[in-house]
């Protein structure tokens, strides 16, 4: 489930989410994989199959965005943060 206005901003095509060539949908930083993309990427996709190009498409551009400069890519908050811990 999505919330309502990530669901808003969802780029779409034929009902389902409209993804770039590294499978990122059009709210920045959200990817879709599996059945899911296989609108834009063929039938492949919803099967064991296309998992190995997956993975290799998708990892390639997450280590290429990991490795830009930290004032490139918007900041993630920090696992267990105090904010966050219940402790």
Do not use: I, W
């Not at 064991?48 to 890519?73: N, Y």
């Amino acid at each position: 489930m999505l919330d309502g206005g990530l669901r808003r901003n969802l780029g779409r095509v034929g009902g389902l989410p409209k993804l770039s060539a590294n499978f990122e949908s059009t709210v920045p930083g959200l990817y879709f994989l599996g059945p899911l993309s296989a609108n834009c990427f063929g039938p492949a996709m919803r099967f064991v199959l296309g998992t190995r190009f997956t993975a290799t498409k998708l990892g390639r551009h997450l280590g290429a965005a990991l490795r830009q400069p930290s004032f490139a890519r918007p900041a993630l908050p920090p696992r267990n943060s105090p904010s966050t811990s219940n402790g």
